[in-house]
């Protein structure tokens, strides 16, 4: 192979890639800028066009502001978990106690425990406090007058 061919120094604004044969470099002269003119597109006039149907008069609009009732109710979105979604569903108090605290998978449990459920109320009867009670023992104080009421619980299933 023979020396290489010595490369041009051109000035760095008329080229950007410098080529080691002639034959790969492909070159555009360049154009004189005021020769082309672009086109510039006219632009249109625009109108406004009121549809007369649906124009709402100033009165009706406040009106509409005014009464918000149609946008300040509650929502009735489905809960975002599972478990809240069973709550849901199972319904007021009184069903709600029907339940077991924790759900039974086995029918026969279910069952025993529904039969065993005891939905009647107890009457209540009047409970002095313990501290009235030990003032009363100790004949410190005189007993108070007031009493609390509190329903008599039972502890079966």
Known sequence: MGPPEPVEQADPVDHTQLLHNEEESFALAPIDASVVRGFTKTKRKRKLIVDEVKNISGEEMKAQLSDTSDIVITLDLAPPTKRLMHWKESG????????????????????????????????????????????????????????????RLQNHL
Do not use: C, W
């Open 92 to 151: 007021g108090v009184e069903k709600l106690f029907a339940l077991p605290g924790r759900p039974i998978p086995a029918r026969a449990l279910f069952k025993m425990y529904q039969r065993h459920l005891t939905s009647s109320v107890y009457p209540t009867r009047m409970i002095i406090r313990d501290e009235t009670q030990d003032a009363i023992n100790n004949k410190h104080v005189e007993p108070r007058t007031t009493t609390s009421r509190t329903p």
